[in-house]
């Protein structure tokens, strides 16, 4: 018996350390309808109700990973404010998964953390204090997602919906097939936000702060309609020419950090900088191959550089400023 245990645990193990350690990263693509998401752009939900959005955030949590046929991987402490304002690239980490089938996690913030302090929270955590505030008090805990615009056919009546409530703190889960390249799973789902209002009567506007109503019905359209794959999982872009991407130094001192790509070919890319919790810092385009190009970075932190080719990132790394 004994020996019949050690031979399934060193199974286990050697299948377990067979699959290659590959960074991964979500990439939720903003939207309306099939096209960009871009705030107070006047859009129609399913039931021909005209509305523009001037506010959407929401959290993500407890995100798990479906790949290499029957595993799965929980992504440990982590709770992502997504601001559908700006562009939103959450780093899962380093792992040993080299296909995604799915990938699964909830909307809004577990209940063990629902009714903690913002305030015990450092500046920079998703569940810090806000402004506007992502928070309802502590019986209520946080806002699940703050959705707010205006409707109706001229576009003159307030629509605000904050959903929260431990009872909706619903999972959805997405299906997938995207593999590893060049070290990199780059997760891509489209967030449709002409469905959030799905079935909801915004005509004569709608305000509801709360766990129920159309409140309650927001948290269910994000649950079951907002989220899709996107086109671009299963996208291959073609970056043999490319010999390196380099940041120097590394760490570097504040205003001294340098990109360099090294090309068989003088092409030209985007190089995206994001923070620690992947929000936007800035977007370089037409960054030209063998020529050091400066990044003016004058805030000291943790930063990720993104190199990006056929709107697809390629290439990923980490630049420490101090």
């Known amino acids: ?135 309802w008090g502590w019986a209520a805990g946080y806002r699940f997602i703050a959705y707010e615009g205006n409707g109706g056919n001229f576009l003159n009546q307030d629509c605000e919906l904050h959903g929260l409530g431990d009872n909706n703190y619903f999972k959805t889960s997405i ?45 269910e359209n994000f649950r079951d309609y907002v989220f899709t794959a996107s086109d671009n999982a299963t996208s291959i872009v073609d970056f043999s020419e490319i010999n390196g991407f380099n940041l120097y130094p590394n760490p570097a001192n504040v205003g001294s950090a340098f990109i360099a790509i090294e090309a068989t070919q003088d092409l030209q890319y985007q190089v995206v900088v994001y923070d620690v919790l992947g929000r936007e810092i800035q977007s370089l385009d037409n960054v030209k191959s063998n020529v050091p190009m400066a990044l003016n970075l004058n805030v000291a932190g943790l930063y990720i550089i993104s190199l990006v080719k056929e709107g697809k990132s390629v290439i990923t790394k980490k630049l420490q400023v101090n």
């Not at 991987?73 to 959450?90: N, P, Q, R, S």
């Not at 699964?104 to 913002?118: A, T, Y």
């Not at 129920?212 to 948290?219: E, M, S």
Request: contains cysteine.
């Open 175 to 219: 299906d997938m097939n995207v593999t590893a390249a060049n070290n990199e799973i780059l997760i891509n789902l489209d967030a449709d936000y002409t469905r959030v209002i799905e079935n909801i009567n915004v005509n004569s506007g709608v305000i509801l702060h709360g766990d129920n109503g159309p409140a309650k019905k927001a948290l």
């Open 1 to 135: 018996m004994k020996n019949f245990l050690l031979f399934a645990l060193t199974f286990c193990l050697l299948n377990v350390s067979s699959f290659a350690q590959n960074s991964i990263k979500l990439n939720i693509h903003h939207k309306l309808g099939d096209e960009a998401f871009v705030m107070q752009t006047e859009a129609t939900n399913n039931l021909g109700n005209r509305f523009n959005v001037s506010r959407l955030q929401y959290y993500i949590s407890e995100i798990s990973i479906l790949h290499n046929g029957t595993i799965e991987t929980k992504i440990k402490d982590l709770w992502v404010l997504v601001d559908a304002a700006g562009e939103t690239v959450v780093d899962l980490g380093m792992h040993n998964i080299d296909a995604i089938e799915g990938i699964r996690f909830h909307i809004g913030v577990d209940q063990e953390h629902n009714h903690s302090d913002p305030a015990s929270y450092p500046n920079g955590h998703a569940l810090a204090p806000k402004f506007p505030s992502m928070h």
